[in-house]
């Protein structure tokens, strides 16, 4: 490799990626946990590979964004949050769903749309959520969550509970003007919010140079006056870690947090786009620091498990697979008239005091 060429790779590493993720030794997770967020890292993966083979087939209805490359973000991350905590996940945060116990059944309903789908057939992607689940559901228009999370975040303190709210980011969706309004009032507040950039380097075709001069997004937080961070996301304990730290600070009254973890896309912004415009050393760099493969290094390695105990998780997670799939393969489709259920408020019983028009104010004076 030439001087440059060496440059130039060590410009492209995260900073976190300057120690090998494998030589570090978990921090306070035991060796039970450490395979747990191992079988959700596999689930992320084999579920969406599972829903792009769907796609395939013409039986996913809508978009399909995945998330290969990035699951240690979403997995480390949710990993780490309180039951009481409110998580608004992002289109390719369906690790972090399922770390918060969404199964994968619902995930293959919603997508074929389904009777028996969270959004009851009537939307697509991982558009659905809940709040007695302890979730926000994503919305398409970026940035606009951050705004949402702070007002949940206040309503958590004004209800006297002690539960942060996190959500996830693009580093496309940090130029939106939503993510500044809500950083800002959040900021002045000291509303505890937890945000994560996922900086994946491109906004779909958009390198992230060509929308931002800062090296380091977190740096966004200095606007603010709140702290920062800046993580490996392909290490899933580091962005754990991370994630840990930036909860406490968010539980102190010292939020809202910025936390940037960088990671690459490795496949298109959805499933129709080739990624055509990533450079071909770019893309065989951050190959070689596959999230899944390095966490399996470092598990083998550290004797937290043989890889005979790491095929039998794999298997696990293909054995779920399958049974959920078939179960929402053979699910009906909606009734069509279900598309008109809840819409309008039940009929009151006719006569009752309910049921009387209400007649404006200005039409009872004349
Ligand atoms: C407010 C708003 N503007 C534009 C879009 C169209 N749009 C959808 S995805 C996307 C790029 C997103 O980039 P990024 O936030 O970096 O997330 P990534 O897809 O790379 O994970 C754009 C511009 C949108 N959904 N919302």
Same mark, same amino acid.
């Given at each position: 490799m030439s001087k440059a060429a060496r440059k130039e790779s060590r410009r492209k590493? /995260? /900073? =976190? #990626? !300057? %120690? $090998?993720? @494998?030589a570090r030794p978990a921090k306070g997770l035991s060796p039970d946990k450490q395979l747990d967020i191992y079988y959700y890292l596999k689930l992320n993966r084999m579920v969406e590979e599972r829903l792009s083979a769907l796609y395939r087939q013409g039986k996913v209805q809508g978009g399909l964004y995945g998330s290969k490359g990035q699951e240690a973000i979403s997995v480390g991350s949710a990993y #780490?949050? $309180? /039951?009481?905590d409110v998580l608004a996940p992002m289109i390719r945060n369906l690790g972090a769903m399922l770390v918060r116990g969404v199964k994968p059944v619902e995930f293959f309903l919603q997508y074929m749309q389904k009777e028996g789908s969270p959004c009851k057939g009537r939307d697509t992607s991982l558009h659905f959520g809940g709040i007695d689940r302890g979730f926000v559901p994503p919305i398409s228009p970026l940035g606009t969550l951050v705004p949402v999370l702070t007002g949940v975040a206040l309503a958590g303190r004004m209800l006297g509970r002690k539960l942060v709210a996190m959500t996830y980011i693009g580093d496309g969706a940090t130029s939106t003007g939503d993510f500044h309004e809500g950083m800002g009032i959040a900021s002045v507040m000291r509303l505890p919010l937890v945000v994560i950039i &996922?900086?994946? !380097?491109?906004a779909y075709s958009t390198p992230v140079a060509a929308q931002s001069?800062? %090296?380091?997004? #977190? @740096?966004?937080a200095r606007a603010y006056g709140i702290p920062q961070g800046v993580v490996d996301g392909n290490d899933v304990l580091a962005v754990h870690e991370a994630t840990e730290s930036a909860l406490d600070l968010a539980r102190q009254g010292k939020g809202p947090v910025l936390l940037e973890a960088k990671t690459m !896309?490795?496949? =298109?912004? *959805? &499933?129709?786009?080739? #990624?055509?415009?990533?450079?071909e050393e770019e893309r065989r760099f951050w190959e070689k620091r596959d999230p899944i493969a390095l966490y399996e290094k470092r598990l083998v390695d550290q004797e937290v498990a043989t890889p005979e105990e790491l095929a039998a998780i794999v298997e696990r997670c293909t054995s779920e697979i399958d049974r959920d799939l078939a179960v929402a393969e053979a699910a009906p489709s /909606? !009734?069509? &008239? *279900?598309?008109? &259920?809840?819409i309008y408020a039940p009929l009151a019983d006719p006569g009752s005091e309910e049921a009387a028009p209400k007649t404006p104010a200005s039409a009872r004076r004349s």
């Open positions: 590493q /995260p /900073p =976190g #990626a !300057r %120690t $090998a993720p @494998e #780490a949050l $309180a /039951p009481q &996922e900086n994946n !380097r491109w001069l800062l %090296t380091d997004l #977190a @740096e966004k !896309r490795m496949r =298109g912004h *959805s &499933e129709h786009d080739d #990624a055509w415009y990533v450079p /909606p !009734r069509p &008239e *279900s598309c008109i &259920e809840d």
